[in-house]
Structure formats: structure tokens, C-alpha cells
């Protein structure tokens, strides 16, 4: 019967935009990306201090680079999925995208902190300061104070689905800070160097570094997506504590 | 390969305290988000169980 054939489609497409459906999913990826990660970490970490050669200019110091560059790209990049996250539970009204959301905010503050740490340890033996108010600098600054922001007043508003909706607001606003970021050397005259991989022209770097790079910032995706999902499952009991299925599930981890 | 002993690959030419620091701190900083969200789950299900089971 085609009818039928294509409300299941539907229906199986749509299937896991329920935090019922999500819960157990949510398990299989975060076991399966946090195993990723740990290989890739490995394998990214073994490149970057055993097979790229030392800097010519930086000497051995440029080997931050192996985290630093990952973890600024991830700083970014999971704050643009909370937002699309923000975005889809104001727009479709789905419970499970306000709980996606609240799930990122912490693990994209660590990334963020992280870039900071790393850039300051970095920036002292080459620049001769751990600090300085640059645009690239500040503006990424200003990434940790929105992720905190968001959590903050997701944390301060005590209906859960108001939260949802003024935390989402917030996050969306604060996207105009991420071209910021990303252009902030190109737009402003900075002490940060500019782009190490662009996408319109080949990396200018070693391959091995590069590959070292590379392998590490797919770590850091797979650590985040664990996280994340990590993290939801617990959003998704305390929030669905009302409903038939979460008792039983409670009732089957005795 | 860079390094000729474990002492000259902890040294980083001069720079170990730099690349160590981003090493460890990030380190760190992962296991603990990953032990601690292992343990919240734990501990939201006994939590929501204690609950429940005073509800019923």
C-alpha cells in the first residue's frame, strides 16, 4: 500500500526528533564517538610530536598548534550547532532542541577556554605576552562569555521551556560574533597570525602538520559529539520524568 | 623524529613548559568532562528513582 508506505517514511525520518526515540541512540553514539576520539587523539598526538618536523621560525613551541587551531575551530563550530539547535526549537517547537542546545553550551565553553589556554601559552614564548586585546583575542573572548551567558540565563529562568526560548534568542544574537572571529584578522590590522588553512588555497604547511591537525580536530568532533550526547541523556530524564517511559526505564537500572 | 632521548622530547628545546602546559590542561580538562558526565547520569538515575519511588 503506497500510503502507507509513505507515513513510515516520514515517520522513521522523524523518529528520532523525540527524546524517547533519542535516548538510546544518544548511548550507541556517545560510546562509539568517545572510542573515536581517543583513537584519532592518539593517532593526531603521535603525528604532531613524532612525525612533523620542528619549525623552522617557532623551534618546537609551534607544537600547540596540534591543539590550539582544533580546538578554536571546535569553539566556533559547536557554538553555530547550538544556535541551528536554538533556531529549530523556536521555529518547530521540538522538545528535544532546546535539550540539544543546553547539551552543547558547556563542552563549547571548554573548547573555548581551551583555544584562550593554549593561545596564551603560545603567545608568550612567541610574542614575548600571554595576553593582548587584539581583535582575534577579544573577540573569541567574547565566544566564552556568550557560551557562559547562555547557560547562565538557561540556568536563571525557571519554567524550562521559557528558558529555552530566551537562552535560544540569546545564542542566535550572539552568531554575529562568530564571522567576527573567523574574519578578525583579515578586518583588523592583529598581532594573531592569519588563517593557517584557508579554503581557497592549498595549506601552506608541512603535510605531516597538517595531517596532525587534521587528525585532531576530527578527535575533538567526535569528543564533542560523545559530550553532547552524553550530557542530553541526563537533560532528557530529568526533563521527561513524567512520562510512562522514562519510569520504566528507571525501574529496568535497578 | 625529532628527539634523541625521553629527556631532549620532555625538554621541547627549551619550550616544555609551554607545550606541556596546553598538553595536560587539555587532557585534563577532557577526562574530566567525560568522567563527570558518566557520573551525572549515574547519579540523575538513582536521584529520579529515589523520587519516583516516594511518588508511588
Avoid at chain 1, 536563571?156 to 535560544?168: I, L, Q, S, Y
Avoid at chain 1, 594573531?192 to 602538520?209: L, V
Avoid at chain 1, 585532531?216 to 510512562?244: K, T
Avoid at chain 2, 590542561?25 to 538513582?46: I, N, P
Wanted: glycine share 8%; charged share 10%.
Amino acid at each position: 500500500m503506497p500510503a502507507t508506505h509513505v507515513t513510515d517514511t516520514r515517520s522513521s525520518l522523524f523518529r528520532f526528533a523525540s527524546p524517547a526515540s533519542f535516548f538510546p541512540l544518544a548511548a550507541a553514539l556517545a560510546r562509539w564517538c568517545g572510542l573515536a576520539a581517543v583513537v584519532l587523539l592518539c593517532a593526531g598526538f603521535y603525528i604532531g610530536f613524532f612525525v612533523a618536523p620542528t619549525d623552522a621560525q617557532q623551534g618546537e613551541s609551534y607544537r600547540i598548534i596540534f591543539i590550539h587551531v582544533p580546538a578554536a575551530w571546535m569553539s566556533m563550530f559547536i557554538y553555530v550547532v547550538m544556535a541551528f539547535w536554538a533556531a529549530a526549537g523556536l521555529i518547530f517547537r521540538t522538545r528535544l532542541s532546546g535539550m540539544m542546545a543546553v547539551a552543547l553550551a558547556p563542552t563549547g565553553a571548554l573548547f573555548t577556554f581551551l583555544a584562550l589556554w593554549t593561545g596564551a601559552l603560545w603567545g608568550k614564548p612567541t610574542w614575548g605576552t600571554w595576553w593582548v586585546w587584539d581583535a582575534r583575542l577579544t573577540s573569541e573572548l567574547i565566544l566564552l562569555f556568550l557560551y557562559f551567558g547562555f547557560m547562565a540565563l538557561h540556568a536563571a529562568t525557571e519554567d524550562v521551556r521559557r528558558a529555552d526560548k530566551a537562552a535560544a534568542v540569546l545564542a542566535l544574537t550572539g552568531l554575529v560574533n562568530i564571522p567576527v572571529i573567523y574574519f578578525s584578522v583579515k578586518w583588523w590590522n592583529t598581532l594573531h597570525q592569519g588563517a593557517s588553512i584557508s579554503f581557497t588555497s592549498a595549506p601552506t604547511m608541512a603535510g605531516s602538520m597538517f595531517a596532525g591537525m587534521m587528525l585532531v580536530a576530527l578527535a575533538f568532533w567526535m569528543y564533542s559529539i560523545a559530550a553532547a550526547c552524553l550530557r542530553v541523556r541526563s537533560i532528557i530524564l530529568a526533563r521527561e520524568r513524567g512520562s510512562a517511559w522514562v519510569a520504566a526505564y528507571l525501574r529496568g537500572q535497578a | 623524529m625529532s628527539w634523541g632521548s625521553v629527556g631532549e622530547f620532555l625538554h621541547m628545546g627549551g619550550y616544555g613548559l609551554y607545550v606541556w602546559g596546553s598538553y595536560s590542561v587539555t587532557l585534563v580538562a577532557l577526562a574530566l568532562e567525560a568522567w563527570a558526565l558518566l557520573r551525572r547520569e549515574r547519579t540523575t538515575v538513582q536521584r529520579l528513582r529515589l523520587e519516583t519511588g516516594r511518588a508511588r
